[in-house]
């Protein structure tokens, strides 16, 4: 046999179709406007990629500090969050050990990267309308860390930051990461928990709010025996896993902040507008603070619909879960992508 048990047995994350030509893509949550121009000259006046990059992203880190108001050396960045994400589950969590925590209906990413590793997991289930119960989290039997997603995805709902906090302060002994991949679009960041408290690790993404999914960037802010634990095992890895390119537009685009906001205003406007027009026509719509919906209706068949969009060459993104096999995920692009999307929504259902 050619290929590690794990290799056989491991059920690998399935990411959403990567189809771009000839299709209104609402399917992967990406931001349908271009990143600020100034990533754009950055990446025109690249040089030196005879010389491998930065292995900690010094520049960048710097960028990243001066934003968030946060020591630059307590910043961790990487190649995409989810790297980040799989490199701190190996950090912090124990193999064959007690269970790592997330709830129930959130990122399919984690239980696989606690599969790679074999940490053991349990998720917690969340109230019929997706929100999250923080008493859940206290006075945890057999726990050796938590994930939270905020705002957590697909379900685009936010938590309020004193439950977060609660959740944190109840669970002083472990590692929380809270996953901020859309928290751009959200009321709020939790950096002051990293400030607070040691076991808090805040993981953030480029490929949302910032437009930049194409160039994988991604960085964690936390405590510096955490930040010090990803460099190393990092460094197990990967040294240079964030190459000078997206290095160089990172810092472009973190230099033209706000640019990024006017953009995350246009998402926010045209989710609160399509929000309310899927009311009318009677959906079921949480109310979203990511840059995406997960919708739902009497009598739906969201498999059927999310075909039916295919064949309409608009796509979106339907989980056969249990749970939520009845909800359609559907990504905010501009107000006429979001305007063919109605239309098409109105014929097919
Ligand atoms: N966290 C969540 C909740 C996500 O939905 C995603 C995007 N699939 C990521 C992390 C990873 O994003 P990226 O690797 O592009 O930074």
Known sequence: MLLSKKTLEIREYTAGEQLNEGYIKLNSNENPYQPSPLVFNALKDINKLNFYPSPKSDALRHELGKLNDFVEDDIFVGNGSDEIL????????????????????????????????DINYRTIAQNSDFSINPQDYFNLDNCQGIIIANPNAPTTLEMAYEDI???????????????????????????????????????????????????????????????EGLNKIRDCFNSYSVDRLTQAAAIAAVKDRDYMHVCIQKVIATRERISSELRKRGYTVPQSKTNFLFITKDGFDARSVYQSLKEQKILIRHFNLPKIKNYLRITIGTDEQMDMLLDALNTIV
Do not use: H
Not at 199 to 208: A, G, H, P, Q
């Open 165 to 227: 906090e609660s959740i944190v302060v109840n669970n002083q002994d472990k590692v929380i990461i809270i996953d901020e991949a859309y928290a751009d679009f959200g009321t709020y960041y939790c950096t002051a928990l990293a400030k607070k408290y040691q076991n808090v690790l805040i993981v953030r993404t480029f490929s949302k709010g910032w437009s930049l999914a194409g160039i994988r960037c991604g960085y964690a802010m936390g405590s510096r025996v955490l930040i």
């Open 86 to 117: 799989g490199l701190a589950f190996l950090t912090y969590y124990n193999q064959k050990d007690k269970d790592i925590i997330f709830p129930d209906v959130t990122y399919s990413f984690y239980p696989v990267w606690a599969d790679l590793y």
